[in-house]
């Protein structure tokens, strides 16, 4: 049953990665998802995807992995509040996807969370 559950970890960070190539592939499609208030766009979206992947790189690797999983947590709750909340609050057609996508990154930065408190091993920088 422990084999079963460590595949856990590699199902929570790869499609992190996948997410995040994603965004270095796509990054002009996904720039008109950024509010409208934040300039330029596609560099956020370049930044994301960086920083996407490199979570769940330092998560596998087991290095800084806490730290990692607290900014990811972090930019999930960013992603949740400044582009999917104001959509969902909306109304319209768009809200109730808006709302799907708001809620998969609550729940998200909920498992980065989960893992940062009881399963990160590399606590060098935050104790």
Do not use: C
Request: hydrophobic share 60%.
């Amino acid at each position: 049953m422990n084999a079963f559950l460590s595949l856990g970890r590699y199902f929570f960070v790869i499609p992190f990665a996948v997410f995040g190539l994603f965004h270095l592939m796509k990054a002009d499609a996904m720039a008109s998802m950024v509010p409208s208030y934040m300039p330029a766009a596609v560099i956020w979206v370049y930044l994301s995807g960086l920083g996407l992947i490199a979570a769940a790189v330092s998560i596998l690797l087991g290095k800084y992995d806490k730290l990692a999983a607290t900014l990811l947590s972090v930019m999930l709750l960013l992603f949740a509040v400044l582009i999917y909340l104001p959509g969902a609050m909306s109304g319209g057609e768009a809200a109730q996807s808006n709302l799907g996508y708001l809620l998969r990154d609550l729940s998200h930065a909920g498992a980065a969370m989960l893992y940062a408190a009881n399963l990160a091993k590399d606590r060098s920088i935050i104790g």
